[in-house]
């Protein structure tokens, strides 16, 4: 549909890489998949090519430590209200998170730092942004905060 810089190749380089997109036969609804035309913007960064592990900056997050979990891992730490850490992660194939490191922990020395390691198995990212960027083999940060005395949150209406 439109590629830029233009004559260099890329739009053949994105059919290329569309060949081997799946998708499901059919919509929610039965509907044939064939019915709809779809456009899929990819982006050539050549950030992704440099020796460092590229950064992913606005992460789209397909799973996420429940509110157990979460209450779990933080419930003996400390006496403090609000409990803060920094994740720091390597995006593993299929979008899991590994390598974490964390960076700080309040209260510091309380064990705000293992427990929220505990945590990482819960996160799992898309593999590719919307832009068509690839998170695979990317450095992900993950802010957590956690507020003891937060009010339970509202049930669900029907």
Not at 66 to 76: E, K, M
Not at 127 to 133: I, M, S
Request: proline residues 10%.
């Amino acid at each position: 549909v439109m590629e830029a810089p233009s004559g260099q190749g890329f739009g053949h380089a994105a059919e290329d890489i569309a060949k081997h997109f799946v998708s499901p036969v059919t919509t929610l609804n039965g509907k044939p998949i064939s019915d709809f035309a779809v456009q899929i913007p990819v982006v050539f960064d050549p950030s992704v090519l440099e020796a460092g592990q590229p950064a992913v900056g606005a992460p789209k997050w397909a799973g996420l430590p429940s509110l157990a979990d979460t209450r779990a891992a933080f419930a003996q730490v400390s006496q403090s209200d609000t409990l803060r850490v920094v994740l720091t992660c390597k995006v593993q194939m299929g979008g899991g998170v590994g390598d974490c490191k964390v960076e700080g922990g309040e209260p510091a020395d309380q064990g705000v730092a293992q427990a929220a390691l505990t945590l990482a198995p819960h996160f799992k990212l898309t593999t590719w942004t919307v832009e068509g960027l690839p998170t695979v083999g990317g450095t992900v940060r993950i802010p957590l905060r956690y507020e003891a005395n937060a009010p339970a949150a509202p049930p669900a209406k029907p």
